[in-house]
Each structure stands twice: as C-alpha cells, then as structure tokens.
DNA sequence: CTTGAAATTGAACATTTGTTCAAACTATTC
DNA sequence: GAATAGTTTGAACAAATGTTCAATTTCAAG
C-alpha cells in the first residue's frame, strides 16, 4: 500500500546516522509492515473517521503498541495521507487504462464504473475515497484534491465524448458525472460483506443503470 | 430544529426544584435557541464530522461559550443525536407526501428525488444524512438506523411498484435505490453554494438522469 | 557467540476536549 | 425595585489521545 516506489523486503537503511535531528524516522522502513498499517488504519478510518479511530486501535488490530507506529510514519496525518495516495494511485492507473482503450464512450464509461467499484470493495475494502479530507495537512490537501480532480475530469471527458458523439442524451457533464460518482462512492455505506450481492453483481448492476441514465429518451410522439 | 413537539417561545419551567438530582437539564429550555445550536451542530459536523467538530467551535459561532451548550442538551451526543431526528422529520414527511399523493411511480420517483435534494441543500444546508453514526449511542442508534430503513424502504417500494406496472425495466429494486440515494446523498460533497448550479437546476437534472435510468432500454434488432 | 542495527515496547508528557457547577448576569413580574 | 426564574459565564477537572524517547528485544551476519 505505500507510494514509496521501492519494494525490496530488505529493508535497507537510509544513512545509518543519527536520525534527521530525532524528527523524521526512516522513510524506507519495511515496507511490509508500512502495508499492514495502513489496511488496519484504513479500516479504522472507514468504521470511525479520521479523528474517530485511534492510533492505539490502529496498532491493536496488528497486535502492535501504539508508539511503534511512530517507527514508520511521522504521524497520524501521515498515515492519512498515505492511505488517499494508495487509492489515487489505483484510481488514476484505472483512469489511464481505461483513456488508452480507444472504446467507444459507453464501454469507456462501463469499464470505469466496473473498475470503479472493484476497486472500492475488493481492493480498498470499502474505503470510500475523498474522506476525511479536512483532517490532512494544507500542502496534502492540495496535492490530494488536485488529483482528485484529475480523476473527476477524466470521467467527465468520458461523458463529453459520448454526448459529442451521440451516444448519450445532451446534458451537464460535470453534474451528472458528480451523480456517477456519487453512487459509486456510496457503496460502502450500505455495502454488506456478508450479504448477498456480490462485488461483480454490484458492478454491473451500477453499470447498466447509470449507463443508461445517459440513453436519449424515446422522442413522444 | 428540535424533535420535540412544544414549540412554545416563553420556556416553561419544569419543576423549578432541584435540577434532576443535577444531571439531565430542563429538556423544553429556549427552543428558538436550540433550534440555533444545531444548525451550529450540523454545520460543524458536516465540515468537519462528530470527532473533529468542538463544542467549543459549535459554541464560538454562536458567540457562546461552550459551557453554555449543556444547558440546552446533556452532552455532545445528543446533539448529534437531535440532528439526526430532525433530518429524518423531514425526510419521513416528504415520504409520506409523495406515497399519499396517487402518482405513477416515475412521477413518485421525481417527487422524492427533487424534494430530497432541496432538503439537502436549502433546509439542511447540505448536511448529508446518515453521517457520523458510529458516534450514536446503541439506543439512539437503533433508533435513528430503523428510521432510515423505513425511508429506504419507502424508496425501494416506489422503484418496485415502477418495476410492476412496467413503466420501469425489471432490475434489483434494493441495489438500485441505493444507487439513486447514493448520488443524492453525495451532493454535499461537491456543492460549492457560490458556484453556478442552483439547487434547483441540480435537483431536475438529477431527477432527469436518476429516472431515465429505470426507463426500458430499446430492444436491440 | 558476538555484534550491531532494526524493530518494538513501556512509560511518561503535553494537549486537547467533553463535562460539571457555583457564581454572575438578565429580564420579567409583582 | 425586590424577588425570582431563566440564562450565561469562567474556571476547573478528568479522561483520552497523539507524540516522544530511552531502554529492551529481535535477528541476521560475521
């Protein structure tokens, strides 16, 4: 789950001296574990927001003690921070994939809600995005929101495309792509792991509806 | 913004004895006052959600001082707990408008969805609903979870009756009235009260866009 | 086995924040 | 203008919680 770019499982040490005036911790620091703690917050932070869900929970749920924490990130706002990369970085990836398929608008459209939503409740485990936002640093803040936005927009050229191209009805693009979107990241608001519909079945049922919420309606006669 | 039912402006003193061995304070107390503290509460809450928002802050935009809210309410929860109720008011009567009315189930459908964006929006000033429930008490909770069932329902049964009488193409009425309730309760996020879109504008283009979803796509040849 | 760095812990600290309450203030009524 | 009930404040408290850090443990390499 990090942003950091470098996997390598032997954690290596980022000059072995004194460490950054005692402030900043090794950035580097088994990345394995960098993972688990940002699944075990990113479950707190869905069940009980940002300031809801302690850091004490966080590390309980890792049978950790809490200050351990502090060994691989600077603190709580940081592990935050790196929870919304994790998921711009999936969402972004997706947007991409999906830009270079050259489909037609619908099945452009289709591909991002499917993909949407798989990555929503099977990868990030219900973490909708975009939350707790007001909890993050200032220069975070931005850095989140402006790809945040980058990933509105391209949703948002989907639709352009498709009503430029007459496959859906004419309309607001940004309005109605905040609709698409909003279904989607809802999910997690009522989505039951134990229930019965399925992570695919939702897909695609949330596809054709708003799929088809773009169709021209009938000329009356 | 109160639930409950006397609304009268000279507070009645209840029993000016001995405060309830000190504890609950005199729950009929300044309702025009109240009725100020929530909308504080409620916008609090929503900007910053249950754990982040102060009384303290819900205090200083009242020009209050904090230890002065707790004449009005016991404690912070109940707060949260009075806003709930009165969303939920609102909701659960224009529910029950729209079933009394008589309408084909597109023009229910509508109904609901216009008047429950402007609830949104202009009454509730963008408050989402359903926020921040983890901070209930299990007996508020209950309470509060079981009314959002019976507007869920409601919803749901609209959908359905639409379904039946074949205005509306067959589908899962439960997967799909969370995808019409997600988009409408996701507005708050995106809003922007000094943007360009008006709350009316939003309300018809969603309607559009929510109900041409249900409509029967035209048979493939 | 020794060594040394990485990882973890436990305890303490500084703040923040929800809550209480006696005292002070306001306003209405007789 | 007393008297009284209603309202507000200021100060204090207790609990919770993010953060720090020296001491300890883990563990792989020489």
Partial sequence: MPTAPSTRSSAPARRGRRRHRGRPRNPDAGAATRIEILKSAA????????????????????????GNLYYYFRNKEEILFACHQ????????????????????????????????????????????????????????KLVVARR????????????????AGEFAHGDPKLLSFAVLGAVNWIPRWFNPAGTASSQEIADRFADYLIQGFRRPPLKA
């Fill in 86 to 141: 994790y998921s711009l970085d999936r969402l972004l990836e997706l947007l991409d994939a999906v830009e270079r398929s050259g489909l037609p608008a619908d099945a452009q459209l289709r591909q991002l809600i499917v993909a949407f939503v798989h990555t929503i409740l099977d990868e990030l485990h219900g973490t909708a995005l975009f939350l707790d936002l007001e909890a993050l640093t200032p220069a975070h803040l």
């Fill in 149 to 164: 936005d980058r990933f509105d927009r391209g949703v948002r050229q989907v639709i352009e495309e498709g009503m430029r």
């Fill in 43 to 66: 479950a707190a932070f869905r069940r009980l927001g940002y300031h809801g869900a302690t850091v004490e929970q966080i590390a309980a749920a890792l049978r950790m003690k809490k």
